[in-house]
């Protein structure tokens, strides 16, 4: 009975989470929608947004959220050159049908579902191979949770997809948690001790209702097991100890006669299938009756879906744009509207109707205005965040760091004489050469502090020296041996390194110093080199 | 801050540019070397003004030492163990005969026998002990030494903010130093195989000519981006860049060499004696967090033994550097705390150890704000439970940050969750500060 009232109250609290207003025609274009509903709120608070970024500053800022990379210097003359019309769809495309777009977006749904608030990311990289495979055959985002939350460790294909729950199975608290925050934007841990101070919505009875689901699912040897039965009890901050049922964030519960306690025999037969399962190398049965594939067909029913799509859309556009449209992510319900809900409702649903193909919501973001606004804003107060008025600086992740290290040090004319899918195989044989070299650097979370500690690695060690200051052939230092004129170099290392000419005050500067280091050119070469890696220019996406 | 507040209004954008724009210029006549920083934007670390300026050293006795043979002797009973307890400089105050240096100076310390943190495997207890609590699902914590770098750096330090030592391999996993959600800005530089930092020293491949005037060319070319745009995270890449050559001149801070012979000769030749050494120079410069891990005193077989060779080195040193400190008139400034993941048994196992133990242990505190001669907590006769005073690790935590003038309930924010720096409803001990 209580438990009902309780589901009653969710569902006029979630009312909240109804469109106020009529949502745009389904039939518009994304980039369109999302112009409009950004553009409305604007006017209405006279906010003006900043001018579109050149084209240079675009197709570096496309290249790295898309595939991972800077651009090489032959892709951004060529994209600048093109008096084609339609050439920023198309270079969409082009990187989107690369295979560096499926490698880039896997290790970034990696990060985002092993990433916590905290930047937990000892278990990054667990399931890094499943998404790749899953993302090349084209699996849209509902397939990809299924594998994930339900995998099947007989398939090759999705076999790694299992290190997700096995991470997590020993702390079904955890276990709990990342689940809620990773696929439906909703940190429920605050609701482990009490009810949610501040958020109606987050009630006891959600994380013990969130963790019926789960806490059945445990380790059998080096498998991953679930019970057929189970009962969750916690102790509420006032009253009697409570059993909770398999709830889910809406408020929706599962009935079923598999919600109690495990008796004596279970238990007896669960310790047995742990031994047998360890002597015979293969996971114990599933059950007749599974609480997580539960959890996963009502999260995907249409009038429980909201929780899904909308979380994904917001970490896309939060990914692409540098700021959620809830913010933080974590934190999607009633008391944390988004900036602009019409839209997120929106973009969700359109999400939703096209089979939750994450591509799709991907390139109507990149294509939208709101994307391609310039990051510089001359006003003395730059308009909040959530206007998505300017185009935010983004720290590199350690990923595309390490990358864009690689092909910037290269010579460029190499990837200029390079057809395209040779390029192509070029750069991804660089990048995959990157990995390790990324491990030297932190995943970003918001608000992300750089520290001394990797300043003192980009100017101290051997590393960075022997990697990426050398004159070898093919490198831009070794392009730079039979470069005579100041003017010259300076151009050839700004342009290679930021993808655009260098202005006025940097031309002086860097010619200045070369003309007071003539006895050692190459040297001076190789220290220009540096500081154009070391500024900020090349730290963020811009 | 409730979430609400989240509406995104024009009336609510204040310019964090505006904001960190005014606090810079305040703070600009104190300090002498913020040149540049301005044009570059400032991170969130300019938003604090630093009041006083305490520091810690954290003699971090890993893997458990044992407070019967240190701080808390029960000698007489079956358990008790071989060793005498001796009297101190306090009255009525009692410690193991391994440790008659710090006897002596009893009443400048205060020691906490009524700790019952409960967990008792390494990994765990390590964090715990580190943390003040525990790390709850979908958030890490900072550790003391994060928190104590963020509430005590300077803005123009040219030194380190939080160093840890960690010789031995032993343990060294269980009590890596972390940031948590604080991020890398406050991440330790961590020294594992030798007592200089890495990346610290100018290669020999290049110039100090070229070294300075190549980070010149890097404040040009970030000072063209920089225009037009402003963010906390791009204030912290420039001032990382900013504080390289300090950190490089305090190379010679890691260097136990630069102390005079008698100095040395005070502290003794052991690897422990000279980190502390060198945990003394850094914070006398100014580091706010000094952690040295001295590995391995868990002793499930040899207790007695191994107490017998560890604990005398740790009396020596600590109280070399209590008097160091005090000579220097450093007490105030800098707390020496000991403290490991747990304690150890009462109970003597089949091969003569003591097995981990966490319900009933000791740590010491000194200097720093903390009550000289302080004994606060009881153990039962055998030292099984705690009869009187009972600490937890949050208890604690909030004692050592209030006496160095960090209020313990202030909130950290986590986007727009406040995360109070020890857990609701726990109470520093004021009868323990100064």
């Known amino acids: ?542 | 801050m409730r979430a609400k507040s989240f509406c995104g209004s024009v009336d609510h954008a204040i310019s964090r540019r505006g904001f960190l724009g005014a606090t810079v210029a305040a703070g600009a006549s104190a300090f002498a070397d913020m040149t540049g920083l301005d044009q570059l934007g400032s991170s969130a670390l300019a938003s604090q003004m630093k009041k006083n300026q305490k520091r810690v050293i954290l003699l971090w006795l890993a893997g458990g030492a044992s407070q019967l043979e240190t701080f808390d002797p029960k000698p007489g009973v079956q358990t008790g163990g071989p060793f005498r307890a001796i009297p101190t400089s306090v009255p009525g105050v009692h410690i193991s005969e391994l440790m008659p240096q710090m006897a002596k100076r009893m009443h400048k310390t205060c020691i906490i026998r009524g700790l019952n943190t409960k967990i008792g495997d390494h990994l765990n207890g390590a964090q715990l002990m580190l943390r003040g609590r525990r790390n709850e699902a979908g958030l890490k914590y900072p550790d003391i030494g994060a928190v104590v770098a963020r509430e005590m750096a300077r803005l123009e330090s040219q030194v380190p903010d939080h160093v840890t030592f960690y010789t031995q391999t032993e343990g060294r996993y269980y009590a890596l130093g972390d940031a948590g959600f604080f991020g890398a800005r406050f991440a330790p530089m961590e020294l594992t195989t030798e007592n200089r930092p890495g990346n610290i020293r100018r290669r020999d491949g290049i110039t100090a000519l070229d070294h300075q005037q190549r980070a010149d060319l890097r404040v040009l070319l970030s000072q063209q981006f920089a225009k037009g745009r402003s963010s906390s995270t791009l204030g912290s890449h420039n001032e990382a860049y900013e504080r390289v050559r300090g950190i490089m001149a305090s190379e010679t801070l890691f260097d136990v060499t630069q102390e005079p012979q008698k100095v040395r000769d005070r502290y003794g030749p052991t690897q422990f004696a000279e980190q502390t050494l060198i945990a003394r120079r850094l914070v006398e410069a100014g580091v706010p967090f000094v952690r040295i891990g001295r590995a391995w005193w868990d002793c499930h077989g040899q207790n007695f033994e191994t107490h017998q060779e560890m604990v005398p080195e740790l009396d020596h040193v600590m109280a070399t550097l209590i008097d160091d400190l005090h000579e220097r008139g450093l007490q105030d400034d800098v707390m020496v705390v000991t403290l490991s993941e747990f304690g150890r048994t009462p109970r003597i196992n089949a091969s003569l150890g003591r097995d981990h133990f966490a319900s009933a242990w000791s740590m010491s505190m000194t200097g720093g704000g903390i009550k000289g001669g302080a004994v606060w907590g009881k153990t039962d006769p055998l030292g099984n439970t705690v009869s009187d005073q009972e600490v937890n690790a949050g208890t604690l935590f909030a004692t050592l940050y209030a006496a160095l003038g960090i209020n313990p309930h202030k909130n950290y924010y986590v986007g727009s969750r406040p995360v109070p720096l020890v857990d609701e409803g726990i109470e520093e001990i004021d009868d323990l500060i100064a």
């Open chain 1, 1 to 542: 009975m209580l438990t009902h009232r309780i589901t009653l109250t969710i569902v006029l609290v979630f009312a909240g989470f109804a469109p106020a207003v009529e949502l745009l025609p389904a039939n518009k274009p994304i980039e369109t929608v999302i112009d409009l509903a950004i553009q409305a709120r604007l006017q209405a608070d006279g906010v003006q947004p900043a001018p579109q970024a050149d084209d240079a500053t675009l197709i570096r800022r496309l290249t790295l959220d898309l595939v991972g990379r800077i651009p090489t210097l032959v892709e951004t003359d060529d994209y600048v050159g093109s008096s084609d019309p339609n050439k920023r769809a198309k270079l969409v495309d082009r990187l989107m049908a690369s295979p560096g777009f499926v490698r880039f977006q896997a290790e970034q749904l990696d990060v985002m579902l092993n990433s916590t608030v905290a930047g937990d990311d000892r278990r990054q990289g667990s399931v890094r191979n499943y998404l790749r495979t899953a993302l090349a055959d084209g699996k849209t985002w509902d397939q990809i949770f299924r594998d994930l939350m339900l995998p099947n460790e007989d398939d090759p294909k999705t076999k790694s997809a299992v290190n997700f729950l096995k991470a997590r199975a020993r702390d079904t608290d955890r276990l709990t948690n990342d689940v809620s925050v990773a696929f439906f934007g909703v940190n429920v841990s605050c609701a482990q001790c009490h009810d949610h101070p501040l958020v109606a919505d987050w009630k006891q009875d959600h994380f013990y209702g969130m963790k019926s689901f789960l806490d059945r699912t445990y380790e059998a040897g080096n498998f991953l097991a679930e019970r057929g039965a189970g009962l969750v009890k916690f102790k509420p901050t006032r009253g009697p100890e409570r059993s909770a049922q398999m709830m889910f964030l809406t408020g929706t519960i599962v009935d079923s006669p598999t919600v109690r306690e495990l008796t004596k025999d279970e238990q007896k037969r669960e310790k047995e299938l742990i031994e047998k399962a360890k002597q015979d190398k293969k996971a114990p049965p599933a059950p007749p009756f599974s609480a997580r594939a539960q959890l996963v067909e009502l999260a995907l029913k249409p009038k429980e879906s909201q929780f899904f799509a909308r979380s994904i859309v917001n970490r896309l556009w939060y990914r692409l744009l540098g700021y959620g449209l809830v913010m933080p992510l974590d934190q999607m319900h009633s008391e944390n509207p988004a900036s602009h809900p019409a839209l997120l409702d929106w973009l969700a649903r359109d999400f939703r109707d096209h089979g939750y193909n994450l591509r799709q919501t991907i390139r109507g973001i990149v294509l939208s205005q709101t994307y391609s606004r310039s990051s510089i804003d001359p006003r003395e107060i730059p308009p909040a965040a959530s206007y998505f008025a300017v185009g935010r600086l983004k720290p590199l992740t350690p990923m595309q760091l390490a990358a864009s290290l690689r092909i910037a040090t290269r010579d460029p004319a190499g990837f200029a004489g390079m057809k395209p899918d040779e390029r192509e195989r070029q750069i991804e044989s660089l990048v995959s050469g990157a990995a390790g070299f990324a491990a030297y650097f932190e995943e970003p979370g918001d608000d992300f502090q750089i520290g001394v500690a990797e300043a003192l690695f980009f100017s101290n060690s051997d590393r960075i020296a022997q990697e990426f200051l050398n004159n070898h052939g093919g490198t831009l230092l070794g392009r730079l041996k039979t470069v005579t004129d100041p003017r010259e170099a300076v151009t050839l290392l700004v342009r290679t390194v930021y993808g655009r000419l260098p202005n006025a005050d940097e031309m002086k500067g860097l010619t200045d110093y070369l003309a007071r280091r003539t006895d050692r050119t190459p040297e001076a070469y190789k220290q220009i080199l540096w500081a154009l890696l070391t500024a900020s220019e090349f730290r963020f996406t811009y």
